[in-house]
């Protein structure tokens, strides 16, 4: 219903971030891409997707880490990326690393 709202005000910039759960349905790295490239296509706006990365290391010393206590291990893998009106990928999609994502966009 918002991506409705959104497009009915003729929104040129919609911005998408990702959820923190890690499963498998969010966050398979084809999947995300494909949802955003849709997003962005269905609404004729650009998307502008910016997702969480962060490892052990990120986490607070008491949190119960079911991943895996090893300082490098991935919690959360990213994704962020900025797509064009027509789904073209602008920047991105940058998966497990931390970094930054710049794109031209003309509205």
């Not at 009915?8 to 966050?27: A, H, R, Y």
């Not at 398979?28 to 997003?39: F, L, S, Y």
């Not at 490892?55 to 607070?60: E, F, I, L, Q, W």
Request: net charge negative; hydrophobic share 45%.
């Amino acid at each position: 219903m918002v991506r409705v709202a959104v497009a009915q005000v003729g929104s040129q910039i919609f911005n998408v971030p990702k959820t923190l759960d890690d499963m498998e349905m969010w966050c398979t790295q084809a999947i995300w891409k494909a949802t955003m490239r849709h997003i962005a296509y269905e609404g004729r706006c650009f998307v502008l997707s910016a997702c969480q990365y962060a490892t052990r290391a990120n986490a607070p010393d008491q949190y119960a880490c079911i991943q895996g206590n090893a300082p490098e291990t991935v919690l959360i893998q990213g994704g962020s990326v900025i797509v064009s009106p027509l789904g073209e990928i602008l920047a991105g999609p940058l998966h497990d690393t931390e970094g930054l994502l710049v794109a031209n966009i003309d509205t």
